[in-house]
């Protein structure tokens, strides 16, 4: 639906030409590739560190194992190696020695004295390693030797002689009658040792070391295990690599996919919002604000790209022209709305006089009127407005240029009673505003509302000259009758524009009649709120009573068959053009007027409110932070002025006349604290002025006060930009305004902080000329370019695409249906 929206989503451009088709390909590849170099520079990494130690760990498994076994070849030979000493045979000990080299990884044994001679050896025993050198390899943490014929493990174990009890005994008697070391004597002499302690009796029945083994292991056989084990285990951490990197791949893959999917569907809000408009389980309750948020936020950004695009091209009354005759073929255009653009009031000399009445809605939907032709439908409230319409109840405005037409519909006093006084103002006004003052709710308002919506849908029906003109339905004294036109007329393009706020769901939840007004306004084809923020909270509203089906990326809502587009159209004013301007006083001749007719010295610093009078535009609030600021900087009084325009409005309601009361009241005791003779602080001019009074007003003034506490835009801080054309003077403008969204070079205040607002007087007071100009210039382009014509124009457009999508798809239907009949042989 909208162009600019779908410019957003990330798919790639559809230029990229055959890329393009393998976009989700080369994603994957990618995607993957993100996730296995890593996982390989790991595997070699782990390659790397893990072998060596396991080198290091089975070495030391095996020369553990070789010692014990060498401990088991040694204890074995003892006994028969002690015999032989004893016997005094080298040759048996060879013999000894040759039948323990059978074991294959025994590679040679030799035999040392205690004292460290080399007594026997087997062939393979190298020559040139002595006892002593071996001792020192065998208690070496790596007991290897390198020989040319590869690596040996050393390993010595100590021979002991045990004697045998009866041998000691003998022994020791022996001893005894023999002559003390003969027999070490001669043992020397054959080479072999005879036991040391035969001349000690006493130490004979203790065991003896009578030699050392040597014993020489082959290791060649461990380097090659090892290398086994090596290609083994690299073969395992490759095989790992290998399946890990498959898991991850596979869990990437539909992990991405699902992150993907499911935060389209969170955009989309299908993760959220369940066909029948319930809640869905798929998406948790916690994630819900994050994505309204998110969605929220997505808008915003949109906006605000929009904006950075620069002007679209300019909009203006020829432009819009053309995009009715264009788009959308230059098809009837209606607009209905409660008040009428111009009043005739008949004075009390018998003259008729026409007034412009004070409505931001007025304001901004008469130049597009003026542009588009058609027909305006409003209630005609003026004294004289029979007397100068037609037999239809018609007359041509504006007066003497005739531009369009105005149906006047008359209503009874009960009839406006209860539309518009009672439900209208004292229920939806201020249900819609939540400005602390309590909605009414009265069963015969709401008949009446219901009647008299059922009567302007039939003048709209009325209207009609084809069966799908152009309705542009306004405010919130029509809530009902999109639904009431839809009925009669379904091909119609109906676009609703609610000019308040819209409140969050609690708050209209307060609505007895809450279900009946979503359904009325969702016979809408577009429905228009001033900012994404009341968008937001329409839809919410329909999502928490009706069982609609909202699709939040495209921002529409299907109910019973019919869709409709909620989208945000910021408001504006039409930009004053040169001829106009050239036709205002100058600002220092509206600044002497203005002063002169106030009776304030010239040099007086000068701030106006021009407002309703109506309890939402912070009247109050502003009185207390002129009041502030008086106290808080004294050197004002007597140089401020603050004169506050007050249309009366709405004043039958008791509500709004407590409300003038108290604004009446606190501007007496502000006058009475800080007037003195000559000078008034607080000027309140409860009576209507003409446009071009508060032309001259704005242009006077060195500020203008907009504190509402809830406005849906709020058109006097634009017109008071346009107003401007000096760049001088300061906008301190509400938070709560909808206008603070784009106006963000005012000075924005929160309107219930007195001591901020006073302090935004002050500034405003002392603002050097050069900061007010570039404030101002900044203000002024962006109302320029924001103007009324591109409000309406974006509708139009919107509502232009939508009538083309509806022909197509009539057309389709056409053709399937043409089709089908073929089929079946008809
Ligand atoms: C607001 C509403 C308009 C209304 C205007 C004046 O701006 O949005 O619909 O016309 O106030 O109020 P009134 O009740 O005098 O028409």
Redesign the pocket.
Known sequence: MNKDRTQGTSVPPASAGPAFLHWPIVQTIRLQLRFLLPLIAVVIATAYLVLPLVDGVTLRWFARDLDSRGAVVANALSDSVVEAMRAKRPRQLEKLFERALQDERLFAIGLCSPDGQMLVRTPAFPNDLNCFDALQISSRRDPRLMLNGGPVHVAMHDVVDQPHPAAVAEIASEAASAPPAAGAESAAGNGLPVAAAASEPTVQSAPVIVGRLVLLHDLSFIEKRSQDTRRYLVGLIAALGMVMALITMVVAQLSWRGWVSGVRALLRGEGLISPMGGVSSATSVELQPFAADLRERLRDLEDEYRRMQGPEADWSAERLQALLMTQLRGDQVIVV???EPYIHERRRDGNIIVKR??????TAVEPVMRACSGTWIAHGSGSADRDVVDANDRVAVPPGHDEYQLRRLWLTEQEEQGY?FGF??EGLWPLCHVAHVRPVFRESDWEAYKAVNRRFADAVVAEARSEDPIVLV????FALLPAMVREKLPNATILTFW??PWPNPESFGICPWRREILQGMLGSTILGFHTRFHCKNFIETVDRFLEARIEHEHSTISFQEDETLVEAYPISIEWPSDETVASWPSVPEARRNVRERLGLRQDTTLAVGID?F?YTKGILERLNAVERLLEKHPEWIGRFVFVQVAAP??SSLEEYRNFQERVERLTLRINERFGRTGYQPVHLLAQHHDSHAVNELLRAADMCIVTSLHD?MNLVSKEFVAARDDEQGVLILSRFAGAAREMTEALIVNPYHVEETADALHRAATMPAAEQRARMASLRATVREFNVFRWAGRMLTDAGRWRLKARVDARVARYRHAHERDQRGL
């Open positions: 709305s409660n008040r009445p004070a409505s931001g809605l007025v518009y209208a103002n306004q405010d919130y004294h000019h308040i309703r109506d409005t709405r849906g």
